[in-house]
């Protein structure tokens, strides 16, 4: 069963819509008008053209953030991913750890960002829950309520090198250097941090779980479920992807399938300032990518007969 480990009132999150500038040698965002809920901010996030990907002027509907988050664990490194089912499109998607920018945030967004890591990407251990930390500042615990969180052995965030490009809150420019796009399909400008996380050494037996909230009624719920871990890892190997995707268990690395799998729109194009698709087939950016999956072999007899074994001890307990 899956485990309810908060309840939030939607109505109490505000953000603003966006006046936002562009030319080929960076882009500035701005809010406008007056606070939105939810339900409103939704209401706005409609497809919308632009004639020119590289110089604009345009109003929009949001500031999104996301993390391309590298994770460091047993001397190797891995991007995490997140399966999340998006309600206002109707799809599944893999995607980077993300979320909406709070107006009182919208200067500040890598602060959002820190917080969707401390909310989605939960590390566990035999002993509790890790908490974390961005170089000196500790994250916030938002589940402490319901689970319990060792007090000592934090994993550690730190920035990586940004884009190229600056981008500018008014006249104040993020000094991360996130990359920024604006996606046409819901008239969002979307940021997206580099960061890495390094899980101390004398962690042992990790899993790994991701935690989002979904809107039921008039709602929003977190809930952990054991059973669908739903984090996901893609190796590295001198710092670009494998075609491989995993799940983490006990210090265990299960295969995951990538049967009709598709990823966000993140991992789609981007011409100029951006990108025009909802989300991309996974062997379609393989192929952007220049990467091959292995194709992994039958299961032998007695995998299957292990296998089936599991799922009945598993029934029986």
């Known amino acids: 069963m899956p485990r309810t480990l908060i309840r939030k009132n939607p109505s109490n999150f505000k953000t603003l819509p966006l006046h936002v500038e562009a030319t080929a040698e960076g882009l500035t965002y701005q809010s406008i008008g007056v606070p939105l809920n939810f339900a409103q901010t939704l209401q706005r996030r409609k497809a919308i053209q632009l004639p020119d990907a590289q110089r604009f002027v345009a109003e929009l509907a949001n500031l999104g953030v996301s993390v391309r988050l590298t994770l460091h664990w047993q001397g190797r490194d891995y991007w995490v991913l997140v399966r999340q089912r998006r309600q206002d499109r109707g799809d599944v998607v893999l995607k980077l750890i993300s979320g909406y920018v709070p107006a009182q945030e919208l200067n500040l967004p890598l602060h959002t960002a820190i917080q969707e890591v401390a909310e989605e990407c939960l590390l566990e251990t035999p002993e509790g829950w890790l908490g974390g930390r961005f170089n000196d500042t500790w994250l916030p615990a938002p589940y402490a309520a319901a689970l319990h969180y060792r007090e000592t052995l934090p994993f550690v965030l730190t920035p990586q090198s940004g884009a190229a490009r600056p981008v500018h809150c008014g006249n104040l420019m993020l000094l991360e250097r996130p990359r920024a796009y604006v996606h046409l399909p819901t008239a969002s400008l979307q940021l997206i941090y580099d960061l890495r996380l390094q899980v101390p050494r ?44 995993y799940t983490l268990k006990k210090d265990q690395l299960l295969p995951a399938s990538t049967r009709g799998l ?16 909802e989300r991309v087939r996974w062997r379609d950016w393989l192929k952007q990518q220049g990467l091959v999956e292995r194709k992994r072999e039958p299961a032998s007899h007695l995998e299957r007969f292990s296998a089936k074994a599991k799922k009945l001890l598993a029934r029986v307990l």
Do not use: C, I, T
């Open 202 to 245: 004398e962690a042992k037996s990790l899993s790994l779980f991701h935690v989002d909230e979904r809107l039921e009624g008039e709602q929003l719920v977190a809930r952990l479920n054991r059973k669908r871990p739903d984090l996901y890892l893609m190796p590295l190997k001198d710092g670009q992807p494998l075609a491989e995707l």
């Open 262 to 277: 598709w990823l966000a729109e993140s991992f789609a194009q981007q011409e100029g300032w951006v990108v025009r698709d």
